[in-house]
Nanobody, 125 residues
């Protein structure tokens, strides 16, 4: 079992930056692949980024080069650094966790069994 709590959302102007944090409970944090998804009003929840147990990162094309995902296994924390933000990045951002599985890829929402409550990111134009 793992519990996730996101923080760091807010209102920022286009071109600005925000850093989201996800705090995870539990002693086996290192065993989980950690992901971020986002959901804009009227849209489905979509993959943003993920970081594997070895530190390998994966990004959606829409955020590649602008967002950076990292993890601190000693502190059970995951950080999503978001730069050059655009109005289309506006959404509720969710932290998620999954154990390694051959059935679904890290970009597949179905593979994530643990979710945070979400944090709002609003980018004004």
């Amino acid at each position: 079992q793992v519990q996730l709590v996101e923080s760091g959302g807010g209102l920022v102007q286009a071109g600005g930056s925000l850093r989201l944090s996800c705090a995870a409970s539990g002693r086996t944090f290192i065993a989980y692949t950690m992901g971020w998804f986002r959901q804009a009003p009227g849209k489905e929840r979509e993959f943003v980024a993920a970081i594997g147990t070895s530190g390998t990162t994966y990004y959606a094309d829409s955020v590649q080069g602008r967002f950076t995902l990292s993890r601190d296994n000693a502190k059970n924390l995951v950080y999503l650094q978001m730069n050059s933000l655009k109005p289309e990045d506006t959404a509720v951002y969710y932290c998620a966790a999954r154990l390694p599985s051959p059935d679904t890829g890290v970009r597949d929402i179905r593979g994530y069994g643990y979710w945070g409550q979400g944090t709002q990111v609003t980018v004004s134009s």
